[in-house]
């Protein structure tokens, strides 16, 4: 529809273009707003806005009264109308701002209350951490590491251990340079070696026993005394020869008392006494078994070793399969390891063809040896019926017997100067001629559970 303004009348035109008049039409001036509405009302044909001369909107009958809203108040806007939010826009506007969760006063007051209590940082305080590139620094580090810092100590288990107070009392780093080191620490003997050397209580054997050193130059007195009440007495044991014999070979040693120490016991030496009708050698001997060899497959058979440092300075070889009477004596070839525990020494033995069971031959050590550790291996030629074992003796005591003396050769020892171990083989023997003669010999020891 379209609307005609002209003074006098209004023309509404309508679809069709059919012109309608409307009574009572006021006149808009040209080129001044205005608004015209037109409509039944109370019977009327047409109402219509009125308007004054400057075509400013007026309700009042006579239309002189200045209304609230003219023209000059929308000309004093700074923009126009059309550009700003239709109806439409600011109801929705006015839909989506109900819907929102906005914070009311006391929640932001409870807000501002929390805010307020928060411990922050201040400029200050930021002033004295650390910076940016000393973080950097430190990351760059902390990477390079080759363990996890989780697997280390925390904070709580370090302050459960010593204070620095404490720690202050402990050693300096110039005092523990002063310590011996890991590597010497290394060489020191272990606690297992230790205890395997320092012994329990009571009698061992040799190689099981702890050595005692006692001084040179000062004198020790041993003393043997009883225990409480029902102590058992110290077990004394004689040992006693004393007949006409005359030995295997002349001048060579022959055997004639062995006793061994028994279990449990040690042994003391007390006294050693002989007497012989004619001149000759007497000794008492510890014995060690080194080995045997049959001479006539020529197989060696290892024995013993001594326990080092110690070492025997006579060996000899004792017939106990009679050699037969061959082309020629037995020569065996013994290689052994010296007192200095020298391997791959060599020394000899010679046996007579046809040696009765019990004669005795003497090993001629390499030269310069003092004695025999081990033996290794032992060989003879030629190669005859005969079966010898290879001794050594350490000789504990030697008499020159005299036939012109009217009274014996008596070695007395003090009380526990001499001992022996559980399993020791004393022996006494003499070496004199194969004629029989008088032959006293006694010996007296003390055995000490």
Request: glycine content about 8%; some cysteine; overall charge negative.
């Amino acid at each position: 529809m379209s609307v005609v303004v002209n003074p006098q009348i209004v023309l509404l035109y309508d679809a069709n273009g059919v012109a309608h008049a409307v009574k009572d039409g006021v006149a808009i001036p040209v080129n001044t707003p205005a608004l015209l509405v037109a409509g039944h009302d109370d019977g009327a044909i047409a109402r219509v806005m009125r308007t004054a001369v400057d075509g400013t909107v007026r309700v009042d009958p006579t239309g002189t009264t200045t209304q609230p809203v003219s023209n000059a108040a929308f000309a004093a806007l700074d923009v126009l109308l059309s550009s700003r939010a239709s109806e439409f826009t600011l109801a929705a506007f006015l839909t989506a701002f109900n819907a929102e969760d906005f914070a009311t006063q006391t929640t932001l007051a409870a807000l501002l209350t929390a805010f307020n209590a928060e411990d922050f940082a201040t400029e200050t305080t930021l002033l004295t951490r650390a910076t940016e590139a000393t973080l950097l620094l430190i990351k760059a580090k902390t990477d390079n590491l080759d363990v996890l810092l989780s697997t280390r100590a925390s904070e709580a288990t370090l302050l459960t251990r010593a204070t620095e107070a404490t720690l202050l009392t402990r050693a300096t780093e110039a005092t523990l340079l002063t310590r011996a080191t890991e590597a010497t620490l290394l060489t020191r003997l272990s606690k297992a070696d230790f205890e395997a050397r320092i012994n329990t209580l009571g009698q061992k054997t040799a190689a099981a026993s702890t050595p005692v050193v006692l001084p040179s130059d000062q004198v020790v007195n041993v003393t043997f005394g009883f225990g409480p009440p029902g102590t058992a007495f110290p077990k004394t044991i004689n040992i006693s020869f004393d007949k006409s014999d005359g030995a295997i070979v002349a001048s060579s040693y022959k055997r004639v008392a062995t006793y061994t120490i028994p279990a449990t016991f040690s042994a003391y030496v007390i006294k050693f006494a002989t007497g012989q009708g004619e001149t000759a050698t007497a000794r008492l001997v510890v014995e060690t078994n080194l080995g045997s060899h049959n001479d006539s497959t020529n197989v060696f058979t290892p024995g013993a070793t001594y326990t080092s440092p110690q070492w025997a300075p006579f060996v000899q070889a004792e017939v106990t399969t009679a050699f037969a009477a061959g082309a020629g004596n037995v020569v065996l070839t013994v290689g052994y390891t010296n007192e200095n525990l020298t391997a791959g020494r060599t020394g000899t033995i010679t046996i007579p063809k046809g040696s009765a069971i019990g004669s005795r031959f003497s090993m001629v050590l390499q030269a310069g040896d003092l004695g025999v550790f081990s033996i290794q291996s032992c060989s003879g030629a030629p190669l005859q019926v005969g079966i010898s074992k290879l001794l050594g003796f350490i000789q504990l005591v030697v008499h020159q017997d005299q036939s012109a003396q009217p009274t014996f050769a008596e070695t007395i020892y003090a009380p526990g100067a001499v001992s022996f171990p559980t399993g020791t083989v004393i022996g006494i023997e003499y070496a004199g001629g194969t004629v029989a003669k008088q032959r006293t010999f006694d010996l007296l020891l003390q055995l000490v559970s």
